[in-house]
């Protein structure tokens, strides 16, 4: 039977007896996971050993559900319903001809496809639906990366926000490494059994400790860090998360994959400069609903899809109270230059008086931004992912923060069919990974979560 390099993406991590990075048989697999769940496998049917089988499930397609559900629990430790497994099925109908002709055996069914069904939800309808991907964007994405020599997912996150009373915003103390490492264990497997490729890369993008850091986090958090004199603090913690996600690359020693972190301020340069080029200088302080901007796509996006959210965080974007919050800057900028100097006499961080001032500096320049200025630029963002992914034929892009909204697929979308032509660059879409905010270990496999590991 065939081998798979496997990597553990189960929720109680460490629990299984082989090493992440490991090249198994997959009955050795099962055999493991057999001798601690005798009882478990019996009552759910599960398979003992796999044969062989046809691999489109056209033959015997009720033996193809049982080789599918045995393995996806011995990976996740989850159990699939049927409408789960059939999912495989569809996508493998789904895939194109010279793909299935060219890929599709039993090595690609028992080892790569497994962990694509426990790493992403999807849907059949064509519309969009919140924490799902419809079959076609799954199949571009699974073409898209057969069909490149080189890999490299990229993915961004945003500030390590942990749940609070209402009307607090706060970040954690510490990441959660354990689940953050099952994330990051699923994009490896899903990259190392792609067999054919030369080389594998994993780009997280987080936020460190600078003078962008309220760029990629609620307003009313760096807010509330800011009234109580604690933007220092909140730097160092931001640093603090920085090099904990930066802890996982020291532990791959398989050498399949290349996993690094990298500073999200360079995402939000690239962000802030197109908007620049695009749209003009003054676009911070345009108001794009009026008639006289001009109504592009991803202005439309913005305005259509956006908005809505935006209007949510008034007053702190584009309405005369953040006029008035501008003029607490002078009695907010002593209070947290205290604090900074406290933290650099006590040597507990470095440069942060002036990284402190020059956050706040940040903050307040773009608290000056029109609401439909706010609303552009969070499409932009992704509108700029999209770009990025398109410049190099070898990237894919994976959502693992905590949203997935429409206008996030769309903006992505757009910027990539817009940058793809004449490059030679396939359809391909952005996907985003399995979320469940209330995870239960050992239940159903749509109670496992692969988003927002932080909380």
Known sequence: MSQMSFFDVSVAQGSNQIPSGDMIDINCLIRSKLSLQADLFKGLGLLSSIEHFDPYGIEKPMYWEKVMMTIIHCLSGQIPDRQEVLRGRQIICQLP????????????????????????????????????????????????LYETDHAEVTSYLCAHRGFAPSGQHVLIDALKLGMARRTLNLQKAILANVRQLKSRKIRWCQQGPTAMASSNMFPEMFIQYLMAGKVPDLLVLLGKHFNELNSLSLG????????????????????????????????????????????????????????????????????????????????????????????????????????????????????????????????????????????????????????????????????????????????????????????????????????????
């Open 97 to 144: 001809k010279f793909f299935k002709k060219k890929y599709l055996d039993e090595q690609f069914v028992v080892s790569f496809l497994p962990y694509v069904l426990i790493g992403f939800k999807t849907h059949v309808e064509g519309r969009f639906q919140a924490d799902s991907n419809r079959i076609d964007e799954l199949c571009n994405f699974i073409v898209h």
């Open 252 to 455: 791959e020693h398989s050498g399949l994959v290349d996993f690094k972190v990298a500073n999200l301020d360079v995402f939000t340069v690239s962000t802030h400069a197109f908007l620049d080029s695009q749209f003009g200088v003054d676009w911070r302080i345009t108001d794009f609903e009026s008639g006289g901007a001009q109504k592009t796509p991803l202005v439309r996006i913005a305005l259509d899809q956006v908005m809505p959210e935006i209007r949510r965080l008034i007053p702190f974007y584009g309405s005369s109270l953040a006029e008035n919050f501008l003029e607490t800057r002078q009695e907010c900028l002593k209070r947290n230059l205290a604090r900074a100097q406290e933290i650099e006499a006590d040597g507990l961080a470095k440069n942060i008086v002036i990284r402190t001032l020059k956050a706040i500096d940040w903050f307040y320049y773009n608290q000056l931004m029109h609401i439909t200025a706010k609303a552009l630029y969070e499409a932009a963002f992704f509108y700029v992912w999209g770009q990025t992914t398109a410049s190099q034929r070898n990237r894919i892009a994976v959502g693992i923060d905590r949203d997935h909204a429409g206008y996030q697929s769309s903006a992505w979308s757009l910027g990539y069919t817009e940058n793809r032509d004449g490059l030679g660059n396939p359809p391909t879409s952005i996907i985003y990974a399995r979320r469940n905010q209330n995870e239960i270990p050992g239940s159903a496999l749509r109670d496992i979560s692969f988003r927002q590991f932080w909380r």
